[in-house]
Each structure stands twice: as structure tokens, then as C-alpha cells.
């Protein structure tokens, strides 16, 4: 049964770049036809779809954000990544990795907050 | 604003039936799989359906899906207290190339 855990910063500056990692355990990133993805949801509000990686390395994102994330994967950890720069406090919220199947994500992790602040 | 509309709130009785409703276009709902997703309180979102009506393992029967057109619905029978949380309705939209997701309902079980 795969599991999904996020990692990283709790607290970043306004202007820099958040990193999270997610670990994959009970299966490999690159194999089968998955997309392993990031969400995020503000507190108190919606989700928000980030982007994702297919476990052959493709990668989509969110139009309103593709210009300042990258995801990128690391398969000798079984690990993704996310990267989101230049951030300001909208992107105050909790961050979820997920496993995507293609028409739905079925597997998620349990979040981490990241807060943006000064 | 999102690309899928939902309620941003239902409510009914224990015991009663509720259907939330995901509006959305052709170039997501029109063609593509809907999926739902349970939000309880200070947890991560749980997937209740897929491929606009099928149920993953463990899901309880009082919960089924379905799409027409362009709008899906999920509806829940039996209402339970421990059914209270937000229901997100997600999808690929084709045109965004993009995952999308609706603004979220939620659910209150009087």
C-alpha cells in the first residue's frame, strides 16, 4: 500500500522559494502509469491543484502558477519535489502530496503547513 | 473563481439523502472522468468516487456518482453526523491541461 510524506520548511520569506519533498513508500515513482502530484489548500479555503509528474518524467502545472513552480522527481530516493519561488503570503496554506491515477487522486499524504511570512 | 461550481453548502437530516452538484464545461466534466473527494475536519481529502460513478474499496454504498452532460453529482443516502465535511468534485481539464477542482460544499447533517 503506497504512502505519501511530506517534507520540508514550515516558515519561508516573502520573495524565496518554497521546497517540499514528498516520500514514496510501498511503491516506486517511476514505475506504473501514475502522476504524482501537488495540492495545496489555504486555510479555510478550497484546493488547488499545483501539478503533477508522470512516473516517466512529463510534467503539467497549473497555468496560474507554471511560472514560478517545478516539480521534479528523484527515483534512487523514491522522492518528488516541488518548488514554488518568488513566494508571497497567498501562498500560505497546506501543501499535500499526492498519487494520481489519471482520472483521480487516490492516495494522498497527510499535509504540511507552510506559512510565509517575515 | 473555479472552473467547477459547486454549493458552497447542503444540509439535511439524519437519515435523509442529500446530492451536491459540480458544474462545470466540455472541456472538463463534458469529457473527461469526475472524481469525488471527503474532506473531514483537519484531515487530508479522502477519494469516494472515480470514473464519474465507481467506488473505491471500502467506500460505503450510500455514496454514488454520477455525470450528465456537463454537471455531475454526488449524492449521499442514510445522512450520518459522521458525514459532515467538505465534498470536493476534481477533473482534468483539456483545455487548461490541468487538474481542476470545484470550489467545495460543505455538507451539514442537521
Known amino acids: 500500500q503506497v504512502q505519501l510524506q511530506e517534507s520540508g520548511p514550515g516558515l519561508v520569506k516573502p520573495s524565496q522559494t518554497l521546497s517540499l519533498t514528498c516520500t514514496v513508500s510501498?511503491?516506486?515513482?517511476?514505475?506504473?502509469?501514475?502522476?504524482w502530484t501537488w495540492i495545496r489548500q489555504p486555510a479555510g479555503k478550497g484546493l488547488e491543484w499545483i501539478g503533477r509528474i508522470h512516473s516517466s518524467g512529463s510534467t503539467s502545472y497549473n497555468p496560474s502558477l507554471k511560472s514560478r513552480v517545478t516539480i521534479s522527481g528523484d527515483t534512487s530516493k523514491n522522492q518528488f519535489s516541488l518548488k514554488l519561488s518568488s513566494v508571497t503570503a497567498t501562498d500560505t496554506a497546506v501543501y499535500y502530496c499526492a498519487r494520481d491515477w489519471g482520472r483521480a487522486v487516490a492516495t494522498w499524504g497527510q499535509g504540511t503547513l507552510v506559512t510565509v511570512s517575515s | 473563481q473555479s472552473v467547477l461550481t459547486q454549493p458552497p453548502s447542503v444540509s439535511a437530516a439524519p437519515g435523509q439523502k442529500v446530492t451536491i452538484s459540480c458544474s462545470g464545461s466540455?472541456?472538463?466534466?463534458?469529457?473527461?472522468?469526475v472524481s469525488w473527494y471527503q474532506q473531514l475536519p483537519g484531515t487530508a481529502p479522502k477519494l469516494l468516487i472515480y470514473?464519474?460513478?465507481k467506488r473505491p474499496s471500502g467506500i460505503p454504498d450510500r455514496f454514488s456518482g454520477s455525470k450528465s452532460g456537463t454537471s455531475a453529482t454526488l449524492d449521499i443516502t442514510g445522512l450520518q453526523t459522521g458525514d459532515e465535511a467538505d465534498y470536493y468534485c476534481?477533473?482534468?481539464?483539456?483545455?487548461?491541461?490541468?487538474?481542476?477542482f470545484g470550489g467545495g460544499t460543505k455538507l451539514t447533517v442537521l
Open positions: 476534481g477533473i482534468w481539464d483539456s483545455s487548461l491541461s490541468a487538474g481542476v
Open positions: 510501498g511503491g516506486s515513482i517511476s514505475s506504473g502509469n501514475y502522476y
Open positions: 466540455s472541456s472538463n466534466i463534458g469529457n473527461n472522468y
Open positions: 470514473d464519474n460513478s
